[in-house]
Nanobody, 128 residues
């Protein structure tokens, strides 16, 4: 199965920009979706952005639309999360995940959390 390793986390000023990377290796099997999740203390982990690695379709939670962008480099088996205009509420542990999708879609809605099966180790993002 696929293994995921994130990188690129760090500390930035509010309004700043940060780019996270997630390198995938191994056989993905049916996990063609890639997603970025955020978790802060006292809250459940929640998806912020996803990409369908087959057709490139992206999906974003409302709070990051227009500020975050998910892209992929298929040749390098890597997905990215470009974060701009960062806010304090964006801080947390960002983890990438691989999932099997739902009806050929890669959703961010909480009710579809069951479809995400492989997880990276996470990378810290701090906004000051």
């Amino acid at each position: 199965q696929v293994q995921l390793v994130e990188s690129g986390g760090g500390s930035v000023k509010a309004g700043g920009t940060l780019k996270l990377s997630c390198k995938a290796s191994g056989d993905p099997y049916s996990n063609y979706c890639m997603g970025w999740f955020r978790q802060v203390p006292g809250q459940e982990r929640a998806a912020v952005a996803t990409i369908n690695t087959v057709d490139g379709t992206t999906n974003y939670v409302a709070s990051v639309k227009g500020r975050f962008t998910v892209t992929q480099n298929s040749a390098e088996n890597t997905v990215f999360l470009q974060m701009s205009s960062l806010k304090a509420d964006d801080a947390g542990i960002y983890t990438c995940a691989a999932g099997r999708g739902v009806l050929d879609k890669c959703p961010v809605a909480r009710i579809f959390d069951y479809s995400w099966t492989i997880w990276g180790q996470g990378t810290q993002v701090t906004v000051s």
